[in-house]
DNA sequence: CTTGCAATGACTGAT
DNA sequence: TCATTGCAAG
């Protein structure tokens, strides 16, 4: 039982009290999923059945990750049989289980966001809306939230306030939308992520006995960052629980960021409400960082009103003084950014696997990378376009789709034409009047698929020409169908790629992306291939096995290749992490806190978490970065420095020298600073006030004696000792390639190596 | 039906 | 800036 031991009080109480309710309110870094993963552990010590546990998580890979740290702990095969994962995959399957109780076929598709925008486009069209009014992603919006709400059309209808509300935005019309939306998912046995949920409720609530089963199954119930779970979660687990009550969910007010997909910091609030005799425990000391990025964190988040009240603290030492940088456009920021990286890590012999650069928003990657591809240094994106998402990808895997689940409406779009077969526009929209035609003047059900495969019985005015074309497509997608469960996964999904003419297609494209798209099939393919052979004995293969979760997996989820990089992802991604080195940058105002959010007290707070989380992330040093203007939509916009900077009590933060000088623009900045009015160094006024006992660093430049350098010049570095100079790079000279008797040659960049001219 | 070009509007966040 | 959409010509 040495693993006990480990623990601080409050951690080991909130693992060895495993009956009845429970609370952890667990601040950043107090080790709450060392509490998870214990308290699993424990249970099972205690003659807990495998079977009767279920864990939630926030992404797969973190329920990966616990299994694996259990199964070290207990040993033997018995942690595989916890119930672990997100909501949405955990109940996906139990949904995959009893679909035909909802009237969904077992093969149900789900939707992903692009998916479900499309259907919308499609719907707006036909009631012959204005999308400029009724905008494919505000219709998208509302339906989620009414979905998380629990909201079906017909109460959706039926709500006087919601109604209203729509009226009032010019927007009368959108639950005729919700309907249709939601009647179409039916038709094409899809269900959209918030669907995964929604129809658990149904499920629970129309099927006592299949609730039952489940209250019976999970006798002990466990929800990670429960901050960031909204209703519909919120009833799924109470339901659950409601026989056995051993429900125990960890999470921090301070660190609820997902409010925009419906999350509900009142889950923690009630919970007291929900289960009176709850117990609470508080998580305080954090193991994570130092006491500098503690403290920051507190002098931020003490800003907002709402919270409960705790005191996060920590033993660890006082540590680096958080650096501020300031630079003049969003490209200096990637390129001060990575030269600080790069200059980190050799000083520190850190791993490039030590650092992360958080952003607010995906579109900021792309000056960082731009930096991290000049220098060579390896990185990794997570978020943003996943893989998943690439047309090519989303593309084969429609053909899949529609091989599982032929009703699938946007799937079948998506392929129809897709390589080039001669079916476009017209012929579309023709299926779809057909459709819609019988649907409304026979009793059946009528997909799309239903129109082109049995022509005889829902004939529609298609040319013969067009109608060979579609029967070619039709004959080839039964074939598929017909596979479906004789061939294992990868044989046919091999097979689809290369008769549907896809691979044909993409090989004939010799253009970089041509062949960069070629390559990600094959890498689908390695991966059907890799599930195929992984799977185990007592479960089956088949494609449909495999469709099953794939709209689910993320970038987090994908399995790490090892490599040892520097992460650049969202803070939203980043939950949950922590890093060594954590650059937090575009604080600015507009950027972070959003534009968006500055309406209300309750979102500017949310922005306000968000950046507790970004700060928190960082073990031993967190830089904050800036820049006084930054394009937009390729225009150059101004902007100022973020008031969370300001929120940071001075005593911790140091002002950086943006002393970058590469690539010969100096003389651009300076007229740029000339324009923008910018201070010569240091923060503008506003935020200098607050900073006024942070000494004033004077421009240190020193590269400038070193303009000089030709190669051939004997130099003097301070690490690698004397050395020759052979080549030189940029305009004012920035780079030089410096071969050193001790090392061999080794690239510097001026500003960072204190080379010494010697002669 | 396909292709190519011009015009347009999107950037929060993500299961 | 970039991806999607609309329109005209082949």
């Not at 490039?352 to 990185?379: V, W």
């Not at 459709?435 to 799309?448: F, G, R």
Request: contains cysteine.
């Amino acid at each position: 039982m040495n693993y006990l031991d480990t623990l601080n009080e409050p951690q080991l109480n909130a693992v060895k009290n495993v009956d009845g309710p429970i609370m952890v309110i667990a601040g950043a870094g107090s080790g709450k999923t060392r509490v998870l993963t214990y308290k699993i552990a424990y249970l099972m010590e205690q003659g807990v059945d495998s079977f009767n546990i279920l864990s939630l998580t926030f992404t797969n890979k973190a329920a990966k990750e616990m299994k694996g740290r259990i199964s070290e702990i207990v040993g033997g095969g018995e942690a595989r049989n916890v119930t672990s994962g997100t909501f949405h995959s955990v109940f996906s399957r139990i949904l995959r289980h009893h679909a035909e109780k909802l009237g969904y076929p077992q093969n149900f598709t789900i939707y992903d966001t692009q998916d479900s925008r499309s259907l919308l486009k499609t719907i707006i069209k036909e009631l012959k809306l204005d999308d400029k009014v009724y905008k494919p992603n505000g219709v998208q919006s509302r339906i989620s939230s009414a979905k998380n709400n629990l909201l079906t059309p017909a109460a959706y209808q039926a709500n006087s306030d919601i109604v209203n509300e729509d009226r009032q935005s010019g927007k009368p019309r959108m639950f005729e939308i919700y309907k249709q939306y939601e009647k179409r998912c039916f038709l094409a046995g899809a269900m959209d992520f918030d669907d995964l949920l929604f129809k658990t409720n149904i499920l629970f609530r129309d099927h006592p006995d299949v609730l039952h089963f489940y209250q019976h199954r999970f006798k002990y119930i466990l929800v990670d960052e429960y901050q960031d779970t909204n209703y519909s979660q919120y009833l799924i687990v109470k339901k659950l629980a409601a026989v056995f009550q051993n429900i125990c969910v960890v999470g921090d007010d301070a660190q609820s960021i997902y409010s925009f997909r419906g999350a509900n910091i009142q889950n923690i609030l009630n919970f007291k409400n929900d289960y009176p005799d709850y117990k609470l425990y508080k998580l305080e000391q954090n193991y994570r960082s130092s006491k500098t990025i503690v403290n920051a964190a507190n002098d931020v988040i003490a800003n907002n009103t709402e919270q409960i009240q705790k005191d996060v603290w920590t033993d660890n030492e006082v540590g680096e003084k958080i650096r501020v940088v300031r630079t003049l456009t969003d490209n200096e920021e990637g390129k001060v950014t990575i030269n600080n990286i790069y200059e980190t890590k050799i000083n520190n012999q850190a791993e490039h696997s030590d650092f992360a650069i958080l952003y607010r928003t995906n579109a900021q990657s792309r000056s960082f990378e731009e930096s991290l591809r000049k220098m060579g240094l390896p990185y990794k994106i997570y978020g943003g376009l996943s893989f998943y998402q690439r047309a090519e990808i989303k593309n084969i895997l429609a053909y899949y789709r529609l091989t599982a689940n032929p009703q699938d409406e946007e799937a079948l779009k998506r392929i129809i034409n897709y390589p080039k077969r001669g079916i476009g526009k017209t012929s579309m929209e023709k299926i779809a009047i057909a459709a819609d035609h019988y649907n409304n003047t026979t009793t059946d059900d009528v997909s799309l698929w239903d129109v082109i495969a049995n022509p005889k019985m829902y004939p529609c005015q298609i040319p013969i020409g067009t109608r060979t074309k579609l029967n070619a497509f039709v004959t080839m997608m039964q074939s598929f169908m017909i596979d479906l469960e004789k061939k294992d996964a990868y044989d046919l999904a091999q097979h689809i790629a290369s008769s549907s003419g896809i691979l044909r297609d993409l090989y004939s494209d010799k253009t970089p992306e041509g062949v960069s798209r070629y390559e990600n099939i094959q890498a689908l393919l390695s991966g059907i291939k890799e599930f195929t052979e992984g799977v185990a004995e007592d479960e089956s293969s088949f494609l449909a096995d495999f469709m099953m979760d794939v709209a689910l997996l993320t970038d987090a989820d994908s399995k790490d290749d090892d490599k040892d990089h520097i992460t650049l992802m969202t803070i939203h991604a980043s939950k949950g992490l922590e890093f060594k080195y954590v650059y937090v940058v575009g604080l600015e105002e507009n950027l972070f806190p959003s534009q968006m959010a500055l309406n209300s007290r309750e979102e500017l707070e949310e922005e306000r978490r968000l950046f507790y989380v970004a700060v928190t992330r960082a073990e031993s040093n967190c830089t904050l970065s800036y820049a006084t203007s930054r394009y937009r939509w390729g225009n150059l916009i101004t902007s100022e420095p973020s008031r969370f900077i300001e929120e940071i009590g001075s005593k911790h933060l140091v002002l950086a020298k943006t002393t970058f000088k590469g690539g010969g623009r100096s003389l651009n900045q300076k007229s740029m600073e000339r324009k923008i009015g910018g201070t010569q160094s240091g923060l503008p006024k506003r935020t200098l006030t607050k900073l006024t006992d942070t000494p004033k660093k004077v421009k240190g430049d020193t590269s400038h004696n070193l303009q000089d350098l030709k190669v051939g010049y004997n130099v003097k570095h301070e690490r690698f000792g004397k050395g020759k100079v052979v080549g030189l790079e940029g305009s004012p000279i920035s780079k030089a390639t410096v071969f050193f008797p001790k090392v061999g040659n080794k690239q510097l960049l001026l500003k960072f190596a204190k080379l010494e001219i010697i002669g």
